[in-house]
């Protein structure tokens, strides 16, 4: 069973910037769609940024030109290189891993990290 570990929020003003880190054991992202969801109490959990297995990277609307998702399959790593961050992006980062097996799909879900922007 793959376990995802998120690292690298906290709490850094507008305008600043975070990286978040996921780590992955007990299986390979290789093969594996890798994704950054976020959640807060009014808007759930939504999309931010996703990178295939084919490195192919999308962006949700919102945080394009700040964000960057980046993958390591060696060290079995993804990043999110938050920049320019708005108090809008205050929320509860998820790392995410699917891919489509034969038997139906396989997810898995880190724990989450909080990323909170204020003055």
């Known amino acids: 069973q793959m376990q995802l570990v998120e690292s690298g929020g906290g709490l850094v003003q507008p305008g600043g910037s975070l990286r978040l880190s996921c780590k992955a054991t007990?299986?390979?992202?290789?093969?594996?769609?890798m994704s950054w969801y976020r959640q807060t109490p009014d808007k759930g959990r939504e999309l931010v940024a996703i990178v295939s297995s084919g490195h192919e990277m999308k962006y949700a609307d919102s945080v394009k030109g700040r964000f960057a998702i980046s993958r390591d399959d060696f060290k079995n790593t993804v990043d999110l290189q938050m920049n320019n961050l708005k108090p809008e992006d205050t929320a509860m980062y998820y790392c995410?891993?699917?891919?489509?097996?034969?038997?139906?799909?396989?997810?898995?879900w880190g724990r989450g990290t909080q990323v909170t922007v204020s003055s």
């Open positions: 995410n891993a699917s891919r489509q097996l034969d038997e139906g799909p396989s997810i898995y």
């Open positions: 007990g299986g390979l992202i290789f093969h594996y769609d």
